[in-house]
């Protein structure tokens, strides 16, 4: 997004929230567990330390005492004047946690430590994993005395997320003092241990069954393959075919690990399990349903509806056509998280309601070179299942009516790798008819020579950029547009390709004025426009090359308020938000002028939002309009930019 996307862990300012400690506050550590010491504070100390206040002091020492007289305990001494809350000194045992430990070996256990305080102190145990997320609880009172402190691993919090036992490694522990007094006050810490305490549940108390019936207007779909899969669609766990009646059964038996995430009793009765239910038939298109089924049994009914096959498109003058000659009007979303997860959140969900709920019949898919080649720390598979749930989308997508833009969402210059990325993955998707390839996201900094018939990037140009902006070229050369295109066409691929303009893909000037790329023997070029309230001079931007060539404004999106987006100068906030004349003005523009386009973004922590949360409930200040859009209400272009 030009200077603006915002990862979900940028947008959600993560603050250390106190929790309420619900076990006891001094229990004697289960001994009778399995128990791993993960810090014993015999040689070097560690700590980290974030002063607010110039007067705050802390040291870090080993105490000559620590619980029942054993030596090797850590003493934190500290002053930061009164009232401050959680001034972000710790202890932080990096060092013995060189192996990056993985919490689903303690599945049902828990994190215990001994603490005791000279004045009586709040303390926050903090525990952050590798994925950078930090999840927390609060002890209300550390008294004089020695006291062990046993918390279950479930009882960890970041906001209402527990810590998700099944995919996090834990990184660092931190202890926090809170509130200073003034006076020179201290916190003593030994015996920290993480101890497994496997769930003991009955098989009758971990089962969930889920029924219901497979239909296509009113009638029995028989022979279906019915799939129970995790919320993100990835990890089948149960399958079964509807039967002649369009009946289906599928049984599952939760874990120990599953209920590791919820309170720490694990009542089936107040355990969800959060996943979807897949169903494919031969004729139809695969389609996908929310199932929060609680142990028991649970009916999910799924109606499904004729597979459709897509009219390959190509390029005719400034529109696109299918195969008959037909326009063919691109109107969807942006479905984003592939860009920064392997995994990604909910897509193959969110697809299914953008184009059956919202009407969208294009969906923009943001994806990584990296994550295609499996190059991610966490990812052991070379990438395979990342590329097989974009095959998984672009399948559930194209069966249920709409084209799938496939965006390379990198920024700056074009570099040599991104060449031999679009050979592999051209080759892997050509001549699909419901598969576009938009070959890089945003260029900016470099010129329009440079970004057409590439050279050297040394002299590039420093524009702002924020967040995920921020990528390094890799090298000194850009190889420029024109190779990424001629890389698509060598491997014989005639799919439409997207070529975005540079300024963060917002200037097409140059496209009109010398720079257009060749594309002599596939179906086209179409050029890519992102566009936002801080953006004008929209003429020259975007309509002039409209003109001559298809344009797909690949993202663009209003914002509630300035303020959530203070890296926007101030000479650039053109627009009084308030009166809401922007997204009017800009749906007005695209239908006006048959604009083909995806708003951004149709994720809750991506911003700007088009929806608020997983229930797709639309942002008032954006979501409303581009719902309404798509559902075919008209919006008149009252004033250019």
């Known amino acids: 997004m030009g200077q603006s996307t915002v990862r979900p862990w940028h947008l959600c300012i993560m603050l250390l929230l106190a929790t309420c400690f619900c076990g006891a506050a001094c229990m004697a550590g289960d001994e009778a567990a399995t128990a791993k010491s993960i810090y014993t504070f015999e040689d070097g100390i560690n700590g980290w330390w974030k002063f607010n206040s110039p007067a705050a002091t802390v040291t870090l020492s080993k105490a000559d005492e620590g619980v029942d007289n054993s030596t090797g305990s850590l003493k934190v001494s500290y002053n930061y004047g009164k009232g401050i809350n959680y001034l972000g000194v710790g202890v932080q045992p990096k060092w013995s946690l060189k192996g990056k430990t993985s919490f689903k070996e303690y599945a049902g256990g828990t994190f215990s430590l001994a603490l005791k305080s000279n004045a009586g102190s709040k303390v926050q145990v903090e525990i952050r994993t590798t994925q950078k997320k930090s999840y927390s609880i609060s002890i209300p009172h550390v008294g004089k005395i020695w006291g062990t402190y046993t918390i279950p691993l479930s009882e960890f919090k970041n906001k209402d997320e527990s810590l998700p036992i099944e995919t996090a490694s834990v990184e660092a522990f931190a202890v926090i003092p809170y509130k200073g007094s003034g006076k020179d006050q201290a916190l003593w810490i030994d015996n920290i241990k993480l101890s497994t305490q496997p769930l003991e549940l ?85 389609m996908f349903k929310d199932c929060n089924a609680k142990v028991g049994t649970n009916e999910v009914n799924i109606e499904l509806y004729p597979a459709q096959t897509l009219k390959e498109l190509k390029v005719e003058g400034n529109r696109l056509v299918d195969t008959d000659g037909k326009e063919v009007w691109l109107q969807g979303m942006s479905v984003d998280s592939l860009e920064w997860s392997s995994r990604g959140d909910y897509m193959l969900r969110s697809v299914v309601i953008a184009i059956r709920d919202w009407k969208a019949n294009c969906v923009r898919i943001p994806m990584r070179d990296s994550f295609w080649f499996g190059k991610d720390k966490y990812q052991k598979d070379g990438g395979e299942s990342y590329r097989k749930l974009l095959d998984r989308i672009i399948d559930v997508a194209n069966s249920n009516g709409a084209y799938v833009a496939f965006d390379l969402h990198r920024f700056g210059a074009p570099m040599p790798e991104h060449v031999e990325f679009w050979k592999d993955a051209a080759a892997h998707y050509k001549n699909r008819p419901g598969v576009l390839f938009e070959i890089f996201n945003e260029p900016h900094g470099i010129s329009w020579d440079v970004w057409r018939n590439g050279g050297s990037t040394k002299k590039q140009h420093k524009e702002n950029a ?110 009084d938000l308030s009166k809401m004349e922007w997204p009017i003005d800009m749906l007005g523009m695209i239908q006006k002028y048959r604009l083909n386009w995806t708003g951004f973004s149709f994720h809750p922590r991506c911003g700007p939002m088009i929806i608020k949360d997983w229930d797709y409930t639309p942002t008032e200040y954006w979501g409303v309009f581009v719902k309404r859009a798509l559902a075919g209400e008209q919006f008149t272009l009252n004033r250019l930019r």
Do not use: C
């Not at 108390?205 to 019915?226: E, H, L, N, Q, Y």
């Not at 066409?489 to 097409?508: P, Q």
């Not at 566009?531 to 309509?543: E, F, M, T």
């Open 202 to 286: 009955s098989e009758e108390g971990k089962r969930i069954i889920v029924t219901g019936t497979v239909s296509s207007s009113g009638k029995p779909v028989a022979g279906a393959k019915v799939t129970l899969a995790d919320a993100h669609g990835n990890k089948p766990t149960a399958e079964d075919k509807s039967g002649a009646d369009g009946k289906y059964t599928l049984s599952y038996t939760m874990g120990a690990r599953h209920y590791a995430v919820t309170p720490a009793e694990a009542n089936p009765e107040t355990t969800d399990y959060k996943g979807s239910v897949q169903v494919e038939g031969a004729g139809y298109a695969l």
């Open 466 to 575: 924020v967040v995920e902006n921020k990528e390094k070229n890799s090298q000194d050369y850009s190889p420029g547009m024109q190779a990424l295109v001629n890389a698509v066409r060598s491997t014989g691929a005639k799919n439409i390709i997207i070529a975005a303009g540079l300024s963060w893909s917002y200037d097409l000037s140059g496209v009109v004025n010398g720079f257009a790329l060749e594309d002599p023997n596939g179906n086209g070029i179409m050029y890519s426009h992102h566009n936002y309230p801080w953006k004008k001079g929209w003429q020259k931007a975007v309509l002039d090359a409209a003109e001559k060539h298809p344009i797909f404004i690949g993202e663009v999106g209003n914002i509630r308020a300035w303020s959530d987006f203070p890296f926007i100068n101030a000479n650039e906030r053109y627009e």
